[in-house]
């Protein structure tokens, strides 16, 4: 550590004012801000700070959070791996090699192309970094399949900060989640690496032959044409390579395949109840989200009309990536409602919505995401209206 | 969208010379501080359908120069004489003269991209660009610089166009004007479908006007 610091100050003056790398000042401090306690603290009196948490704390937070998520998912893919090939004894270290190498590198590439784009900008625009992209940087290989090729992940992370957030001004501007922005333009822009069967990473090996790349939406979107019970083909279906893989208890514990960290609800329900418990993620979000996919797949339920439609309602709330999204993406502070009403209609809107995409539109399978990228455009939009409601009730109220 | 753009003033004393700076400033400024698509917002609907190639995006701009160019042209030879309350139809009148001809000319000379532009051609009879000129330069200057700020606007309308097919047909699907150049390159490139939709011309647009405005300091006024 002395090493460290002894070198940091050898180089401090030349980055200071006058100095010849004065240009790159921020930069400098990021990294030792990044590694040793600021010098730099508020006087005793007169601050108005009550907490100690502070951006980067907030941010760390949610990685902490995002953890069991993230070793469940690096597990999983190993997992699923093996399953698909036909090896379904293979070792538990052998599948936490897998999953790692496939893992690993994905979120290495999204974390060094993010930052290094923000240590440009803000060296452009002589701000200090923000801790901005730390939460970003680990949702985008959390919500890619595993078998993602990388210089993807590096396209889309570059265009989700430069277009999703740079553009804006940075962090705490932006409009739409930037995770699910980089999501989105590779959803869009390369299609093939990012639906159909990519959901198992297999490798150079072959898989079994019984296995099939579907998934519960793709396979509740089959039975809304052909009919067939959804319930009763989610509990058939891998037979042959990975039986039961998508009754109920597997598909809340996340034994399946899917996007890295999106698969398990019960993961991502620990990952809520640490947001929740420390005051960082906003529970009426979780619960409103939930609470309206539940809602909207009651309604469907009495509605009938097709086998999806008839899909008993707590399977929407384990299938795809509600959960995750849910807990990580809705509950962004930057481009959620910010009044405490709002957060109700945000919350049971991406929830309601999510189930319409999924039921509905056979091109877009999850709903989730676009229902999240759509709700983030009218949160300003319902915060302006529970603003104007609370003002004409205190008019109301008033006697003048 | 609003035509309301910023008027030049040309004083009816002596004639100008036709290259003068006054006239140069009538071609330059679209092609920049005064550009249609990326200060004016205008015929923005047009440069997100005909962007996903080159070649297409060339013709729309060969066509709305002409088009531009001559109803200026004759609006500001009948300016005098238009009573004010029936311009906008004998304006949407002249322009869809030269649309139609520009129109039948494309299908006969080259059916397959009068395909491809299929009711863009049409509908310049409603660009923003051309009512704009026609409200805001032809009916209050003389026929010599309206000419010229019709072309200078086709022109300024061009160059967006063509900076945006650009990147859409080289990014989307790995070409330029149709030549496969990293095919020829011997490299495998996997097209970006974002690009080849509109919203891919969107992003690029506004690209375009976030590089443009940090270059010339441009700021909107309130």
């Given at each position: 550590m002395n090493f460290l610091r002894n070198q940091l100050d050898k180089v401090k003056h030349s980055f200071e004012k006058g100095g010849k790398l004065e240009k790159y000042f921020y930069a400098y401090e990021a990294l030792e801000t990044f590694l040793f306690a600021p010098n730099t603290t508020n006087g005793e009196k007169g601050s108005q700070i009550r907490d100690a948490i502070d951006l980067k704390r907030l941010m760390m937070t949610v990685i902490v959070a995002m953890i069991p998520c993230l070793l469940f998912g690096i597990w999983n893919v190993g997992h699923q791996h093996f399953l698909a090939i036909g090896q379904p004894d293979a070792a538990l270290g052998d599948k936490i090699l897998i999953g790692s190498l496939q893992v690993i590198p994905i979120i290495v590439v999204s974390y060094g192309v993010g930052l290094g784009i923000e240590f440009v900008f803000a060296i452009l625009r002589k701000h200090p970094i923000n801790e901005g992209f730390l939460v970003t940087g680990m949702l985008i290989p959390l919500v890619m399949p595993p078998g993602i090729p990388l210089w993807q992940v590096g396209v889309a992370t570059a265009f989700a900060v430069i277009i999703g957030k740079e553009a804006f001004g940075g962090t705490g501007m932006n409009v739409v989640n930037i995770a699910l922005t980089a999501r989105a333009f590779l959803y869009f822009a390369y299609p093939t690496d990012m639906s159909g069967s990519v959901w198992t990473y297999l490798g150079d090996a072959k898989a079994v032959a019984a296995y099939s790349g579907a998934t519960p939406l793709s396979l509740g979107a089959d039975a809304a044409t052909s009919g067939a019970n959804v319930v009763a083909s989610l509990n058939s279906f891998g037979a042959g390579w990975n039986e039961g893989v998508f009754t109920l208890s597997n598909l809340f514990i996340g034994l399946r395949p899917g996007s890295i960290g999106e698969t398990s609800t019960l993961m991502c329900l620990i990952g809520a109840f640490i947001l929740i418990a420390t005051g960082v993620g906003s529970w009426k979000i979780i619960v409103s989200v939930f609470g309206g996919a539940y809602a909207m797949g009651l309604l469907l339920n009495l509605l009938g009309g097709n086998a999806y439609m008839e899909m008993?309602?707590?399977?929407h709330l384990v299938i795809g990536g509600l959960a995750f999204g849910a807990v990580f993406m809705a509950t962004d502070p930057v481009t959620a409602s910010h009044t405490e009403t709002g957060k109700w209609f945000y919350g049971l809107l991406i929830g309601m919505l999510t189930v319409l995409i999924r039921v509905f539109n056979p091109a877009y399978p999850e709903g989730i995401m676009l229902a999240i990228l759509l709700m983030n455009i009218f949160a300003p939009l319902i915060d302006y209206f529970v603003v104007g409601a609370n003002k004409k009730r205190r008019l109301q109220r008033a006697t003048v | 969208m609003s035509t309301a753009v910023a008027e030049v003033e040309v004083v009816e004393k002596k004639s100008e010379p036709l290259f003068s700076k006054k006239s140069r400033k009538l071609i330059s400024n679209p092609l920049d501080i005064d550009n249609p698509i990326t200060v004016q917002v205008l015929g923005v609907c047009s440069a997100l359908a005909v962007t996903t190639q080159m070649k297409p995006a060339i013709v729309m701009t060969i066509a709305l120069t002409i088009v531009t160019a001559s109803s200026n042209v004759i609006i500001s030879l009948l300016r005098n004489t238009i009573p004010s309350r029936i311009r906008i139809i004998v304006q949407l009148a002249i322009v869809s003269l030269w649309v139609i001809l520009v129109d039948q000319l494309l299908k006969a000379y080259s059916y397959d991209l009068w395909k491809q532009l299929s009711v863009y051609v049409g509908l310049i009879i409603t660009n923003c660009i051309v009512m704009g000129r026609l409200e805001a330069f032809a009916m209050g200057n003389k026929p010599g610089p309206a000419l010229l700020d019709g072309i200078g606007n086709g022109l300024g309308y061009g160059l967006i166009l063509l900076i945006v097919g650009f990147f859409r047909e080289i990014l989307g699907g790995g070409s330029i004007f149709g030549f496969k150049i990293f095919e020829a390159m011997g490299l495998h490139y996997q097209g970006n479908g974002l690009m080849l939709l509109p919203a891919g011309a969107c992003f690029i647009v506004g690209i375009v006007i976030w590089v443009q405005r940090s270059l010339n300091g441009y700021r909107e006024s309130h």
């Amino acid at each position: 550590m002395n090493f460290l610091r002894n070198q940091l100050d050898k180089v401090k003056h030349s980055f200071e004012k006058g100095g010849k790398l004065e240009k790159y000042f921020y930069a400098y401090e990021a990294l030792e801000t990044f590694l040793f306690a600021p010098n730099t603290t508020n006087g005793e009196k007169g601050s108005q700070i009550r907490d100690a948490i502070d951006l980067k704390r907030l941010m760390m937070t949610v990685i902490v959070a995002m953890i069991p998520c993230l070793l469940f998912g690096i597990w999983n893919v190993g997992h699923q791996h093996f399953l698909a090939i036909g090896q379904p004894d293979a070792a538990l270290g052998d599948k936490i090699l897998i999953g790692s190498l496939q893992v690993i590198p994905i979120i290495v590439v999204s974390y060094g192309v993010g930052l290094g784009i923000e240590f440009v900008f803000a060296i452009l625009r002589k701000h200090p970094i923000n801790e901005g992209f730390l939460v970003t940087g680990m949702l985008i290989p959390l919500v890619m399949p595993p078998g993602i090729p990388l210089w993807q992940v590096g396209v889309a992370t570059a265009f989700a900060v430069i277009i999703g957030k740079e553009a804006f001004g940075g962090t705490g501007m932006n409009v739409v989640n930037i995770a699910l922005t980089a999501r989105a333009f590779l959803y869009f822009a390369y299609p093939t690496d990012m639906s159909g069967s990519v959901w198992t990473y297999l490798g150079d090996a072959k898989a079994v032959a019984a296995y099939s790349g579907a998934t519960p939406l793709s396979l509740g979107a089959d039975a809304a044409t052909s009919g067939a019970n959804v319930v009763a083909s989610l509990n058939s279906f891998g037979a042959g390579w990975n039986e039961g893989v998508f009754t109920l208890s597997n598909l809340f514990i996340g034994l399946r395949p899917g996007s890295i960290g999106e698969t398990s609800t019960l993961m991502c329900l620990i990952g809520a109840f640490i947001l929740i418990a420390t005051g960082v993620g906003s529970w009426k979000i979780i619960v409103s989200v939930f609470g309206g996919a539940y809602a909207m797949g009651l309604l469907l339920n009495l509605l009938g009309g097709n086998a999806y439609m008839e899909m008993p309602a707590h399977y929407h709330l384990v299938i795809g990536g509600l959960a995750f999204g849910a807990v990580f993406m809705a509950t962004d502070p930057v481009t959620a409602s910010h009044t405490e009403t709002g957060k109700w209609f945000y919350g049971l809107l991406i929830g309601m919505l999510t189930v319409l995409i999924r039921v509905f539109n056979p091109a877009y399978p999850e709903g989730i995401m676009l229902a999240i990228l759509l709700m983030n455009i009218f949160a300003p939009l319902i915060d302006y209206f529970v603003v104007g409601a609370n003002k004409k009730r205190r008019l109301q109220r008033a006697t003048v | 969208m609003s035509t309301a753009v910023a008027e030049v003033e040309v004083v009816e004393k002596k004639s100008e010379p036709l290259f003068s700076k006054k006239s140069r400033k009538l071609i330059s400024n679209p092609l920049d501080i005064d550009n249609p698509i990326t200060v004016q917002v205008l015929g923005v609907c047009s440069a997100l359908a005909v962007t996903t190639q080159m070649k297409p995006a060339i013709v729309m701009t060969i066509a709305l120069t002409i088009v531009t160019a001559s109803s200026n042209v004759i609006i500001s030879l009948l300016r005098n004489t238009i009573p004010s309350r029936i311009r906008i139809i004998v304006q949407l009148a002249i322009v869809s003269l030269w649309v139609i001809l520009v129109d039948q000319l494309l299908k006969a000379y080259s059916y397959d991209l009068w395909k491809q532009l299929s009711v863009y051609v049409g509908l310049i009879i409603t660009n923003c660009i051309v009512m704009g000129r026609l409200e805001a330069f032809a009916m209050g200057n003389k026929p010599g610089p309206a000419l010229l700020d019709g072309i200078g606007n086709g022109l300024g309308y061009g160059l967006i166009l063509l900076i945006v097919g650009f990147f859409r047909e080289i990014l989307g699907g790995g070409s330029i004007f149709g030549f496969k150049i990293f095919e020829a390159m011997g490299l495998h490139y996997q097209g970006n479908g974002l690009m080849l939709l509109p919203a891919g011309a969107c992003f690029i647009v506004g690209i375009v006007i976030w590089v443009q405005r940090s270059l010339n300091g441009y700021r909107e006024s309130h």
